[in-house]
């Protein structure tokens, strides 16, 4: 069911559950953030946080939630929701539920960027940010170089994002293996995927590259259902079919970059996300704006229970979402069967 609303000559699709759906993950994410700016080593109350937040708190409170643990709420909600609409868009475009960064390729190649600017270049902060992001770019051109055969077939494209994706750990494993031990021990900790310790700077990254790619991925995104008809069912609807697809994925492409800049290589919150909020919009695709906001939600409650799984012991969130992305696929795959028999 959806609706069509007009207004100053402009016509919306807007289809009332997955609206719904998107309002309350929201606000689901944002009270999980708010418990989350509320737990830690000094506790602070709910209602010392909304006045800290409203600019009305004191000074040990402003600097426990301004210094200490806004950053790492808002890091978690923006780099959810980019690989969520990430996730998105790379499963509609593969017409396959593996087709996420984490399985094309894109994440590693960020984290072989990363490493490479860590442990041979010798820099860290924004240069391991930039870093990541050139390498999830240019595993993406490789990917598509790779795949492209008179046009890319979305098949193609994921079995060559794995095989890919195989290399660059390779590649990740040695470049650990031949480094020092203090150096090693910190890329393995960022090759997890954490938001501790995240500050200002990783907020730009990513509130930069959610602000300016997310509307471009909800505009162009109308053409999705269209393109997943096929080429010649899209243009015979007046969809310009390779340059919709062009921006698509290139916009993907710096979400999940901007997010595993911020975060490092956060796994299964971009395969899980879309398929869970299409689910619950009763949907055969999850729409953008739904599935940001899901996987903001299952990062910031990853977050949590990272917090909270061994007492005294900050885990990074990254293992969470990977035992989770694990349960996950165990039932994606029981459930495929299931139907494959059925």
């Not at 950053?71 to 990430?86: E, H, I």
């Not at 902060?125 to 770019?137: K, P, S």
């Not at 090759?191 to 300016?212: D, Q």
């Amino acid at each position: 069911m959806r609706t069509v609303v007009r207004a100053a000559g402009l016509s919306v699709r807007v289809y009332p559950r997955a609206l719904i759906v998107g309002v309350v993950l929201l606000l689901v994410a944002l009270a999980t953030a708010l418990v989350n700016l509320t737990t830690g080593d000094f506790p602070v109350p709910v209602a010392e946080v909304l006045k800290s937040l409203a600019g009305e708190g004191d000074a040990g409170t402003d600097f426990i939630v301004y210094e200490l643990r806004l950053p790492r709420v808002l890091v978690t909600l923006l780099v959810g929701a980019a690989l969520g609409a990430s996730g998105a868009v790379f499963q509609s475009l593969t017409r396959n539920p593996l087709g996420s960064p984490d399985f094309v390729g894109l994440t590693t190649g960020a984290a072989s960027g990363a490493l490479i600017v860590m442990l041979i270049v010798g820099g860290g902060g924004v240069q391991v940010g930039a870093g990541a992001i050139v390498g999830c770019v240019v595993t993406a051109v490789v990917v598509y170089l790779l795949a492209f055969r008179r046009g890319v077939h979305p098949f193609r494209l994921v079995l060559m994002g794995i095989g890919v994706s195989a290399l660059l750990e390779a590649l990740n494993s040695y470049l650990i293996y031949r480094a020092r031990l203090n150096e090693a021990v910190a890329a393995q900790v960022w090759l997890i995927g954490s938001v501790n310790g995240r500050g200002w700077t990783e907020v730009v990254i990513v509130a930069v590259t959610v602000a300016v790619l997310v509307p471009m991925v909800v505009y162009f995104g109308r053409h999705l259902k269209l393109l997943a008809l096929g080429d010649e069912m899209a243009v015979l609807q007046g969809v310009p079919v390779e340059r919709s697809r062009a921006v698509l994925a290139l916009a993907a492409v710096g979400l999940s970059a901007g997010a595993t800049a911020a975060a490092g290589p956060i796994a299964f919150v971009a395969l899980a996300a879309p398929p869970l909020a299409a689910r619950l919009s009763r949907s055969p695709s999850s729409g953008i704006l739904p599935a940001a906001a899901m996987g903001a939600a299952l990062l910031s409650a990853g977050d949590w229970a990272a917090q909270h799984a061994l007492p005294g012991n900050d885990i990074p969130v990254g293992v969470v979402t990977a035992a989770l992305g694990g349960i996950y696929l165990t039932w994606l795959l029981f459930h495929e069967r299931r139907g494959a028999r059925a």
